[in-house]
């Protein structure tokens, strides 16, 4: 059975960071593409970033380049998300997503699987 576990989320003040991780059991996503989805409420599921392996290509939505990175430790079987300069509008339920498609993947239906959440609040 997969499963994907989030962790890492909680409140912290605008400005200021956290890095969420998304650890996978159950089989490999090595060269299949993964992602973090986060849902605000009263609002869609929307992409926040992906990432595919090996070439490591990474994809971002506007509003969060410059301030978010994706990455991945396949030995781990674990994705991040590293959130800096965090704004109140950053407050949502923040979604792994693993797909079985290679390469980048930026569509919600490309992806299989998906965490329980893990909620990210941020205090103006």
């Known amino acids: 059975q997969v499963q994907l576990v989030e962790s890492g989320g909680g409140l912290v003040q605008a400005g200021g960071s956290l890095r969420l991780s998304c650890v996978v059991s159950?089989?490999?996503?090595?060269?299949?593409?993964m992602a973090w989805f986060r849902q605000a409420p009263g609002k869609e599921r929307e992409l926040v970033a992906a990432?595919?392996?090996?070439?490591?290509?990474?994809y971002y939505a506007d509003s969060v380049k410059g301030r978010f990175t994706i990455s991945r430790d396949n030995a781990k079987n674990t994705m991040y998300l590293q959130m800096n300069s965090l704004k109140p509008e950053d407050t949502a339920v923040h979604y792994c997503?693993?797909?079985?498609?290679?390469?980048?993947?930026?569509?919600?239906?490309?992806?299989?699987?998906w965490g329980q959440g893990t909620q990210v609040t941020v205090s103006s």
């Open positions: 990432i595919e392996w090996p070439a490591g290509n990474t």
């Open positions: 159950g089989r490999t996503f090595g060269s299949n593409a």
């Open positions: 997503a693993a797909s079985t498609f290679k390469g980048l993947q930026i569509g919600r239906g490309a992806y299989d699987y």
